[in-house]
């Protein structure tokens, strides 16, 4: 069971250029999540999903697009990558909550993404 | 507003010491959840704890126990008899219904000398 995946784990763009980051989940969680982690500033949100084909913007959205084509799945995009994005980066899922518990999230590995 | 502190940002403490990370919440919710997550030096995070603001039971975990005090707003996290493989950053989070979000404190890094 692998759990969240997220690929590439590490990546170094050039200011401008464009890329997707990729969180796998085979739990089929319904929720997925993608952070990022700066130093100092903990994980702070960017978008997440409640289900397949639905997206939502989280704290920190600008200058990112997701998508949820597939429940397990969920697309990190940067359409053209700026220094301040500079980050790694995190994907986690969550089961629905059940008989009003909150279920945990799980998470991937995290991506280490360099802008120059 | 919805917040929450991780006041100690480092510590470092000897192995075998006990050793209390703290973590204050700011939130308007009345159900509301609160996580631990131990991040090693390996990168990726591990879910540790969570408690349900109707709970304020403490817990304890083998060496790991966690204080929930509402009065306070606090769910601090001790660690008993350190070892150096609990060095790592731990990160208090706080779930609230109304918004179905999760934020996360800033972290506070611990690091155990042997």
């Known amino acids: 069971n692998a759990g969240v995946t997220q690929t590439p784990k590490f990546r170094v763009l050039k200011t401008g250029q464009s890329m997707t980051l990729l969180c796998a989940q085979d739990m089929n969680h319904e929720y997925m999540y993608w952070y990022r982690q700066d130093p100092g500033m903990g994980l702070r949100l960017i978008h997440y999903?409640?289900?397949?084909?639905?997206?939502a913007k989280g704290e920190v959205p600008d200058g990112y697009n997701v998508s949820r084509l597939k429940k397990q799945n969920f697309l990190l995009g940067l359409e053209s990558a700026a220094p301040s994005q500079t980050s790694v980066y995190f994907c986690?899922?969550?089961?629905?909550?059940?008989?009003?518990?909150?279920?945990?999230?799980?998470f991937g590995d995290g991506t280490r993404l360099s802008i120059l | 507003a919805q917040k929450v502190t991780q006041a100690q940002t480092e510590i470092s403490v000897v192995e075998k010491e006990d050793v209390t990370l703290d973590c204050v919440y700011e939130t308007r919710d009345t159900t509301y959840y609160l996580f631990w997550y131990k991040q090693p030096p390996s990168g990726e995070l591990v879910f540790l704890i969570r408690?349900?603001?109707?709970?304020?039971q403490n817990e304890i975990s083998g060496r790991y126990s966690w204080n929930f005090q509402k009065s306070t707003s606090s769910f601090n996290f001790t660690i008993t008899a350190s070892q150096v493989v609990d060095s790592a950053v731990y990160f208090c989070a706080l779930f609230y219904s109304s918004a179905s979000k999760i934020i996360f404190g800033s972290g506070t890094r611990l690091s155990i000398r042997p």
């Open positions: 986690a899922s969550r089961n629905q909550d059940r008989g009003g518990s909150n279920q945990p999230q799980h």
């Open positions: 408690r349900n603001s109707f709970d304020e």
């Open positions: 999903s409640v289900g397949e084909g639905t997206t």
